[in-house]
């Protein structure tokens, strides 16, 4: 009589799937196995493993390199799934007053009185799943799901900061006022992110959360006031005269802080930045002024070394206006100008007057100065984070940037070439298949990749928006959101593709159809408003896709 042993197969990664080639979104059969392997990759992080970012039925993870993706991608196919470990993180109260404008909206859909739906809210236990969205955003699940709603079919341009929302399965609270298609319940006065904690967000993933109904919202901090900073005389730097369109202090961004809804930020053209911090001696990573399409005009306080790079544009510098002799009229005169070449390390003299003029091709300029650019780090970065508000403001008008001492070498570059920029014709640029590309027909790639885009003036730090012939897709229904990053082309309902940049969410709903290479990612970054683009399909070597085998029923 032959003996048949029964094994029981191991929870395994049902599938992974390439993120351009820089990252691999890992799919699950649920919120569990998510949170299992979330636990285990920041327990025990994979080499090359640069950002975990884990949504409703996926876990998104970046590598440093195109080949250590490819090795994260092989090694989570080989993963056995173990439960997290149960902790007691404590239990975080929000008090609420449930007065939201969907609070009516709610109760008919879950069948509920407005009553009964704050009894729900506030008799269970929520579990911050995940982060994303936004800083300090935290998607709940709770004990039951009484309180499952769909989102609002057209979402709202402007969310109060503080709203308690529902979404689906999930519970949650704007952190800041921002656009959002919620179903909102009520509001809290609670801080859900503050850079002035050591922890800056409220909740964390793993984090247990209970809702309080009040009567009226009580603004708390769980740090004192900070006394207002004295004025601090700057003796060396640049004084801004005009910031032009926008300038921001950007370096190499801030990497690892995605489970806290954080995005990377950081220059746009990364090359241009390190190219210009390379002309004057600073490390690659210091911090310069990120300026988009000329207009820039500062003023050297003390003597500097300067260097400007990406695109190409007339750099004129004027001396101070100088008073005359005794042997003339005494009154003063103008003072000399001179120009001064791209990517080459210059000297601006104490009160000489630098100005970009307009770009002859291109969009984005970098001024690096010797010493970088002294601001405050925020999180391990100086970047300004247009999406979040992380990071410094917008220049304005006569303020002053102090140098700083992020010098790499005693010595000053040697002039340097630059690339080609993006001018009146059309930009290419490579990209390979999405994780969502089977959400579409051939038709719609071929589409995708035969027509030229136009970027419309909607474009921003966060994202640029084309225009041209919209794509359909060949699924109905919504893509449960998940972790995406720079380079991705996210497609909306309309059609229109979105083409992420360093700002960008760190979790869409979109499916993403293609992302753009990374090194194509700078040349992207330097397409003026009005440019066209068009996007060349390219095979991605990595190949994940293999469905693992699932545990037999008995």
Known sequence: ????????????????????????????????????????????????????????????????????????????????????????????????????????????????????????????????????????????????????????SSPRTAVPAGSVALGGQYSAVYPRRSPGGWQLIGRTGARMWDLNRSQPALVRPGDRVQYRAVREVVTTSDTPAREPEKERHTESGLRILNPGAQSLIQDLGRRGFGPLGVSAAGALDRASLRRANRLVGNASSAAA????????????????????????????????????????DGGARPGARRTVPMAAPFALLDGEVLTLGAPESGFRNYVAIRGGVDAPEVLGSRSADTMSGIGPAPLAIRQVLATGEQTASTAVGAPELQPDFPGAGVTVLDVVPGPRADWFDQEALD????????????SNRVGMRLDGKPLERTREGELPSEGTMAGALQIPPAGLPVLFLADHPITGGYPVIGVVRDEHLDRAAQVPIGGRIRFRLVPDSADFTTTTTKTPEK
């Not at 048949?4 to 569990?32: C, I, N, W």
């Not at 500062?298 to 510098?317: F, S």
């Open 1 to 152: 009589m032959e003996t048949v042993m029964q094994t029981t197969t191991a929870k395994r990664v049902r599938s992974v799937r390439p993120v351009g080639t820089r990252a691999v979104l890992a799919e699950l059969d649920g919120l569990q196995d998510v949170l299992a392997l979330q636990d285990m990759l920041y327990k025990s992080p994979l080499p090359g493993q640069v950002d975990v970012l884990a949504a409703a039925e996926t876990v998104m993870v970046v590598g440093e390199s195109a080949a250590a993706t490819r090795t994260i991608g092989a090694r989570l196919m080989e993963l056995e799934l173990t439960a997290p470990e149960v902790t007691d993180s404590g239990l975080v109260v929000i008090d609420t007053v449930y007065d939201g404008d969907d609070l009516a909206d709610v109760a008919e859909l879950t069948g509920l009185s407005t009553e009964g739906v704050v009894a729900a809210h506030t008799g269970q236990i929520w579990t911050v799943a995940f982060a994303g969205f936004a800083p300090g955003f935290g998607y709940m699940v709770g004990e039951n799901e009484a309180l499952t709603v769909p989102r609002r």
């Open 289 to 328: 002024i990120e300026s988009v399409n000329g207009g820039l005009t500062v003023e050297a306080v003390g003597d500097q070394v300067i260097a400007v790079t990406g695109a190409p544009t007339t750099l004129t510098i004027e001396s101070p206006s100088w008073v005359g002799s005794d042997d003339d």
């Open 447 to 458: 589409s995708l990749c035969n027509q030229e885009w136009l970027v419309t003036p909607q």
